[in-house]
């Protein structure tokens, strides 16, 4: 039976809808695009809804249902449904209790139910008023045979959800839950003309553009989209201080006066791996105040079993968890008020990913959160490279018309030739050329996520400009509140507000901010302490000296001179095991002072010896020359063909193969930035450009030999100037 929409909506009934909804969810109001979005549905309409987290997709999912039903309405005509697919278990199983505790009848089918076979039947029947299930789930044959086919059910759906909508395009593949890209089949199962909210906070318009082709929906369907601006959360990104595997860079979060857990803001660490989220929590706790349960760190990943999970989600929920190392698996749709800070240790996967887990931030306007990313300075070399190069061969919309072009290369006022990218003997005769494995081309819509990933974290420029040119958000619907008093933008927009804490290891570990040493003495306890020990070293004293007198009469002490020193080296003693901590402190803090000091003026020197020694490398590079040939040709400098990256469109065949790209004129670029620390990273450019020439061309070839000659110069003049500057070699 075909769905019934409504002409005319009646305005009483809409009142109540919202008034009801506001009651049951203890909310003041509604905001326009809950009431647009279901009143869509009542009228027939798909909608797409793109919404920022915290903005209430799931109150316009349920809108709809209050128009005919509300908790204790036993109308039989009322009993109406809204089905929902969605990613997460969790999320799901979490979402039905609560609907329930609400007096509103749901259901979550999952993996973890009893008996599915008995609670799809129950479905059909019409016992729920909102039914939660997978895309596994919701394509099977039992559940079209239980459910879809009963006339209970179809007569009474009227709407059909799918939260979390960009899965349809992130996880829709042959790879990972190809279910996502099928969900047109339940929609073809479903009454014809049921309409279709599709709900998400990160869908930009390329991503719409996929989920509309992939669940075959109208092109016209309604679009309620409103910004997905986070002007609440400080946007960073921070290059490591020390070695990824120490996370000892992760100390600046810990607050120097760590009395308590609340002193720590509920935190969530982004990781890509299981083995390096079980190490942060190990870290965390180890490095946590002795008198500060480490228990209040754990981590999160799929491999936990679910009553873990539940354990997890529950104790960040209220409040004693403060800080939680995991993957992608915790977050996605979780209504978590209390996180105030996301750290995502190193790039993840997409840019989408990267707003997702920064949208777990302080869920509430008023609130103000922070997320930081960090990354390496080798990687952050290498994203500016393939950002150039992802620059140069995307041609995108006309939002994007604007981007600069690559620069051109310039040796003694020529240009380079870019196309110059595999000698002309091996193009002549393909045959010759090794089997190479080739990286797997990007899409359309995944290079233009790197891009965008790229350019959030090199610019130099506000964070904030990829973020909402990606996403569109200058023609969307405003948020409906600014940014709270003291709200930082970035780092780039206001580097003052944004310090980073030098963090210095010590005899192999890290400092730890907040553990104070143990057996401070309070001023009482050591008055106490000294009288004691005055009153013994007298009766000390007066056995040895005066063995047959037995009273010391109280005149004034004229025994000084003789046992004054013993007295002073006792009490002395005594200080010793009852310290001033806070001169201590005092004094450490002083000795630090001087030492950060000692080594920004170290650093400082060290820098300007090493663009001195890079600078005399590129010379003796540039000045290595190929004689003229008898035939005629004219001398040329072997370097010509490394100053620049090879044109894209031309040799796409390199950036399959190539994984790093490198130039000679990046290498300049770079070794005149704080990015190159050492000899040692300096060096390592230079391989990889090197390492690449011998991989992409044949062995024996004009430019392979060149590459290993170059090499050569370049690792004695390294080493040559290095000594000449007393700077550690390589």
């Given at each position: 039976?075909?769905?019934?929409?409504?002409?005319?909506?009646?305005?009483?009934?809409?009142?109540?809808?919202?008034?009801?909804?506001?009651?049951?969810?203890?909310?003041?109001?509604?905001?326009?695009?809950?009431t647009?979005?279901?009143?869509?549905?009542?009228?027939?309409?798909?909608?797409?809804?793109?919404?920022?987290?915290?903005?209430?997709?799931?109150?316009?999912?349920?809108?709809?249902?209050?128009?005919?039903?509300?908790?204790?309405?036993?109308?039989?005509?009322?009993?109406?449904?809204?089905?929902?697919?969605?990613?997460?278990?969790?999320?799901?199983?979490?979402?039905?209790?609560?609907?329930?505790?609400?007096?509103?009848?749901?259901?979550?089918?999952?993996?973890?139910?009893?008996?599915?076979?008995?609670?799809?039947?129950?479905?059909?029947?019409?016992?729920?008023?909102?039914?939660?299930?997978?895309?596994?789930?919701?394509?099977?044959?039992?559940?079209?045979?239980?459910?879809?086919?009963?006339?209970?059910?179809?007569?009474?759906?009227?709407?059909?959800?799918?939260?979390?909508?960009?899965?349809?395009?992130?996880w829709?593949?042959?790879?990972?839950?190809?279910?996502?890209?099928?969900?047109?089949?339940?929609?073809?199962?479903?009454?014809?003309?049921?309409?279709l909210?599709?709900?998400?906070?990160?869908?930009?318009?390329?991503?719409?553009?996929?989920?509309?082709?992939?669940?075959?929906?109208?092109?016209?369907?309604?679009?309620?989209?409103?910004?997905?601006?986070?002007?609440?959360?400080?946007?960073?990104?921070?290059?490591?201080?020390?070695?990824?595997d120490?996370?000892?860079?992760?100390?600046?979060?810990?607050?120097?006066?760590?009395?308590?857990?609340?002193?720590?803001p509920?935190?969530?660490?982004?990781?890509?791996?299981?083995?390096?989220?079980?190490?942060?929590?190990?870290?965390?706790?180890?490095?946590?105040?002795?008198?500060?349960?480490?228990?209040?760190?754990?981590?999160?990943?799929?491999?936990?079993?679910e009553?873990?999970?539940?354990?997890?989600?529950d104790?960040?929920?209220?409040?004693?968890?403060?800080g939680?190392?995991?993957?992608?698996?915790?977050?996605?749709?979780?209504?978590?008020?209390?996180?105030?800070r996301?750290?995502?240790?190193?790039?993840?996967?997409?840019?989408?990913?990267?707003?997702?887990?920064?949208?777990?931030?302080?869920?509430?306007?008023?609130?103000?959160?922070?997320?930081?990313?960090?990354?390496?300075s080798?990687?952050?070399?290498?994203?500016?490279?393939?950002?150039?190069?992802?620059?140069?061969?995307?041609?995108?919309?006309?939002?994007?018309e604007?981007?600069?072009e690559p620069?051109?290369?310039?040796?003694?006022?020529e240009?380079?030739?870019?196309?110059?990218?595999?000698?002309?003997?091996?193009?002549?005769?393909?045959?010759?050329?090794?089997?190479?494995?080739?990286?797997?081309?990007?899409?359309?819509?995944?290079a233009?996520?790197?891009?965008?990933?790229?350019?959030?974290?090199?610019?130099?420029?506000?964070?904030?400009?990829?973020?909402?040119?990606?996403?569109?958000?200058?023609?969307?619907?405003?948020?409906?509140?600014?940014?709270?008093?003291?709200?930082?933008?970035c780092?780039?927009?206001?580097?003052?507000?944004?310090?980073?804490?030098?963090?210095?290891?010590?005899g192999?570990?890290?400092?730890?901010?907040?553990?104070?040493?143990?057996?401070?003495?309070?001023?009482?306890?050591?008055?106490?302490?000294?009288k004691?020990?005055?009153?013994?070293?007298?009766?000390?004293?007066?056995?040895?000296?005066?063995?047959?007198?037995?009273i010391?009469?109280?005149?004034?002490?004229?025994?000084?001179?003789?046992?004054?020193?013993?007295?002073?080296?006792v009490?002395?003693?005594?200080?010793?095991?009852?310290?001033?901590?806070?001169?201590?402190?005092?004094?450490?803090?002083?000795?630090?002072?001087?030492?950060?000091?000692?080594?920004?003026?170290?650093?400082?020197?060290?820098?300007?010896?090493?663009?001195?020694?890079?600078?005399?490398?590129?010379?003796?590079?540039?000045?290595?020359?190929?004689?003229?040939?008898?035939?005629?040709?004219?001398?040329?400098?072997?370097?010509?063909?490394?100053?620049?990256?090879?044109?894209?469109?031309?040799?796409?065949?390199?950036?399959?193969?190539?994984?790093?790209?490198?130039?000679?004129?990046?290498?300049?670029?770079?070794?005149?930035?704080?990015?190159?620390?050492?000899?040692?990273?300096?060096?390592?450019?230079?391989?990889?450009?090197?390492?690449?020439?011998?991989?992409?061309?044949?062995?024996?070839?004009?430019?392979?030999?060149?590459?290993?000659?170059?090499?050569?110069?370049?690792?004695?003049?390294?080493?040559?100037?290095?000594?000449?500057?007393?700077?550690?070699?390589?």
């Amino acid at each position: 039976m075909p769905f019934a929409p409504l002409v005319d909506l009646d305005p009483q009934k809409l009142g109540i809808a919202s008034s009801k909804l506001c009651e049951v969810f203890g909310v003041s109001s509604l905001r326009p695009h809950q009431t647009e979005t279901g009143q869509n549905v009542l009228k027939g309409i798909s909608t797409i809804l793109d919404i920022p987290t915290g903005g209430g997709k799931t109150l316009a999912y349920w809108y709809p249902l209050f128009y005919y039903w509300a908790p204790g309405n036993t109308d039989k005509n009322s009993q109406k449904i809204i089905l929902v697919v969605g990613p997460l278990t969790a999320l799901m199983e979490s979402q039905a209790t609560s609907l329930n505790e609400k007096g509103v009848p749901a259901v979550a089918i999952t993996s973890n139910s009893k008996n599915p076979e008995q609670l799809l039947q129950d479905v059909g029947d019409n016992k729920y008023r909102i039914v939660l299930l997978s895309p596994e789930m919701a394509i099977t044959s039992k559940f079209h045979e239980l459910v879809l086919s009963n006339k209970s059910f179809s007569d009474n759906i009227i709407c059909q959800v799918v939260d979390e909508g960009h899965c349809i395009t992130e996880w829709g593949n042959d790879d990972f839950r190809p279910e996502f890209s099928k969900l047109h089949l339940l929609l073809g199962r479903l009454p014809s003309g049921l309409p279709l909210i599709v709900g998400s906070a990160t869908m930009p318009r390329d991503v719409i553009d996929d989920i509309v082709k992939k669940l075959r929906l109208r092109a016209d369907c309604v679009r309620v989209s409103v910004s997905n601006a986070k002007p609440n959360i400080a946007l960073s990104v921070r290059i490591l201080q020390h070695p990824q595997d120490t996370f000892a860079d992760l100390m600046t979060f810990f607050p120097r006066n760590f009395r308590v857990p609340e002193d720590f803001p509920q935190t969530l660490f982004y990781v890509d791996g299981r083995i390096e989220v079980e190490k942060i929590q190990d870290f965390l706790r180890h490095n946590c105040p002795e008198h500060v349960n480490n228990k209040i760190f754990e981590f999160y990943h799929r491999h936990i079993s679910e009553k873990q999970k539940k354990i997890i989600q529950d104790r960040i929920e209220n409040g004693t968890l403060r800080g939680v190392a995991t993957t992608d698996a915790l977050g996605m749709g979780m209504d978590f008020q209390r996180i105030m800070r996301v750290i995502l240790w190193m790039l993840p996967r997409s840019f989408l990913s990267l707003v997702q887990k920064i949208g777990r931030c302080v869920r509430l306007a008023d609130l103000l959160g922070e997320a930081v990313l960090y990354i390496t300075s080798s990687a952050f070399m290498r994203y500016e490279i393939e950002l150039e190069i992802l620059k140069g061969d995307i041609a995108d919309d006309a939002d994007d018309e604007d981007a600069p072009e690559p620069p051109l290369d310039l040796v003694e006022g020529e240009q380079m030739d870019r196309d110059a990218a595999v000698d002309a003997d091996d193009e002549a005769n393909p045959k010759a050329a090794p089997k190479r494995k080739s990286k797997k081309a990007m899409s359309a819509m995944e290079a233009r996520d790197r891009r965008f990933l790229l350019e959030y974290v090199v610019t130099t420029d506000c964070r904030r400009i990829p973020w909402n040119k990606f996403f569109g958000n200058d023609s969307k619907l405003a948020l409906p509140y600014p940014a709270p008093p003291g709200a930082r933008c970035c780092d780039n927009c206001t580097p003052d507000l944004f310090p980073v804490e030098t963090i210095r290891l010590v005899g192999g570990s890290t400092l730890k901010p907040g553990r104070r040493r143990q057996g401070k003495a309070s001023d009482e306890e050591l008055i106490s302490a000294v009288k004691e020990t005055l009153r013994t070293t007298r009766n000390d004293i007066a056995r040895r000296e005066f063995p047959n007198q037995y009273i010391i009469t109280a005149v004034r002490w004229h025994w000084a001179p003789r046992f004054g020193a013993e007295v002073v080296a006792v009490i002395q003693d005594l200080l010793l095991q009852h310290p001033d901590l806070e001169a201590e402190a005092r004094e450490a803090e002083r000795r630090d002072r001087a030492f950060l000091e000692l080594q920004v003026l170290a650093e400082k020197d060290l820098r300007k010896k090493l663009v001195v020694i890079f600078d005399a490398c590129h010379e003796a590079i540039l000045n290595q020359t190929r004689p003229a040939s008898k035939a005629g040709k004219p001398a040329e400098k072997i370097c010509q063909i490394f100053m620049a990256l090879p044109r894209k469109t031309a040799w796409p065949a390199y950036y399959q193969i190539i994984k790093y790209p490198m130039s000679i004129a990046k290498i300049k670029q770079f070794s005149h930035t704080k990015h190159v620390k050492s000899t040692t990273e300096y060096a390592m450019l230079w391989h990889i450009l090197f390492q690449n020439a011998q991989e992409f061309n044949v062995e024996g070839s004009q430019i392979y030999n060149d590459a290993l000659f170059l090499q050569g110069v370049l690792d004695k003049t390294l080493a040559e100037q290095a000594e000449l500057h007393s700077v550690p070699g390589i």
